[in-house]
Structure formats: structure tokens, C-alpha cells
């Protein structure tokens, strides 16, 4: 792994080394949607010690030289298919399951009622959103992301988008994965870091587990987007002439 971890973005230390997630997770450090933030600025931001991190990181990496997956190196249209058939059908599966979930808990006692409902307010905010956007991804962005890289090589002749730019259409999405990023802290800080009261009812303890997957799924699915698949699409918009 050839980078300065002091001067290098969140998003490509984990990039380079997805094993680095453990100890970002562990500070409570956002690389899915800070991914542009150098890790220096970060930690100046949160008050963590610069060359504690990088020290911890740089030993991590060391242990775990291969990464879980080499995404960056990925073609853009496999990519988008990847993100589609395993983040966005988990989405899809799973919101409903978190709703009756959530229904469930909140018909029965519990010494933390109105946490619940907090959360479960906060939850649905994350999910309007995200049901909305990831259908606008695979209907119309991802498409013609496959058509451009599908010009990049030839194979078809050069179409412009029929919604914009591609830079806007991904400076949108980048601000409303701010948003969802924003919501699922605010879950993770109200249930505090999803602990369970030791008098939990059976449908808490059910749904609690089933949250912080969901939070750690949408880290993954973000990162993908927002550090990979995003900055690979801009740069062969500006290739092609697709109005980045």
C-alpha cells in the first residue's frame, strides 16, 4: 500500500486496503461519506492523534497486505451491477423487514419506548430517501454509465444524457448520501451504538442486531459509490464529452 497515511483521503486509504474500515470504525471515523477529507484534516477535526492513527493503520495494513476486495480496479459497468445486486436488493429487503420490526418493538413494553420511536422516526427518513434514490440510479445513472464506458471502448456511438450532466446528476446523489450518512449516525448516537437495556423485550433484541447491519451494509454501499464508482463515472464523462 503506497500512500502517506497522514496526507492521503479517507476514501482512497480504503480503497487501497478495505481491511482499513476496522480501525476508521472503531474511532467513529466516516469514510463513506468524508471519503474527499484527508485523514489529517480529520483528525484535527475530531481531536484524534494524527500519528496514532497512522501508525494503527499502517500496522493494519502490514497484517493484512490483501485487501477483502480490490473494487478500484473493477470496470465501472460491473461495478454498478455489483452495487445493484448485492447494496441496493439488500435495501430492498431489508427495509421492509426493519419496518415490521419496528412495529413489532413498539407494541410491546420497554423501558426505552420513546428511544424506539425516535429511532424508528430517523430510520424512516433514511429509508424514503434511499428507496427514492436508488431508483433513480438504476433507471436512469447507472444505464448510461454503462453506455459510456460502452463508448469509451468503441462498442457503441457517443449519446449525451437525457437528464443533465452526469456531474450533476452525482453532486446530487453525493448530498443525499450526506443526508442518509447524517440520519444513520443520528440512530447509532440515540440507541448508543445500538446497546440493548438489559431488560430488552424479544422484539428489540431482534431489532437492534438487525439496524447495525443495516448501518454497516449502507457504509460499505456509500463507500463504493462515493469513492469508486462516482469518481470513475466523472472521469470518463469528461472523456467522452458526456458534460461532467
Request: with cysteine.
Amino acid at each position: 500500500m503506497d500512500l502517506d497515511m497522514r496526507t492521503a483521503s479517507l476514501g482512497a486509504i480504503v480503497t487501497a486496503n478495505s481491511w482499513t474500515t476496522d480501525v476508521f470504525d472503531a474511532y467513529g471515523i466516516d469514510y463513506c461519506c468524508r471519503g474527499s477529507e484527508r485523514l489529517s484534516d480529520t483528525c484535527e477535526r475530531l481531536s484524534i492523534p494524527l500519528d496514532q492513527i497512522a501508525d494503527q493503520l499502517q500496522s493494519y495494513v502490514d497484517h493484512h497486505a490483501s485487501p477483502r476486495f480490490s473494487f478500484d480496479f473493477w470496470p465501472m459497468g460491473l461495478l454498478a451491477s455489483y452495487i445493484e445486486r448485492k447494496h441496493h436488493r439488500y435495501v430492498k429487503t431489508q427495509i421492509p423487514l426493519l419496518v415490521n420490526l419496528f412495529k413489532e418493538a413498539l407494541h410491546e413494553p420497554s423501558e426505552q419506548m420513546d428511544i424506539l420511536f425516535e429511532v424508528k422516526q430517523v430510520f424512516w427518513k433514511v429509508a424514503e430517501d434511499l428507496l427514492d434514490h436508488i431508483q433513480r440510479e438504476e433507471r436512469i445513472l447507472f444505464p448510461y454509465l454503462r453506455k459510456m464506458e460502452a463508448n469509451e471502448e468503441g462498442d457503441i456511438p457517443f449519446a449525451a444524457p437525457h437528464f443533465g450532466t452526469v456531474r450533476h446528476s452525482i453532486i446530487t446523489l453525493f448530498r443525499e448520501h450526506e443526508k442518509e450518512g447524517i440520519w444513520l449516525q443520528q440512530i447509532r448516537d440515540i440507541t448508543n451504538n445500538f446497546s440493548l437495556p438489559a431488560q430488552a423485550g424479544y422484539w428489540e433484541r431482534l431489532l437492534f442486531p438487525q439496524l447495525a447491519a443495516f448501518e454497516q451494509d449502507m457504509k460499505t454501499h456509500l463507500h463504493l459509490e462515493n469513492n469508486i464508482l462516482f469518481p470513475k463515472a466523472l472521469a470518463v464523462a469528461e472523456k467522452v464529452g458526456a458534460g461532467a
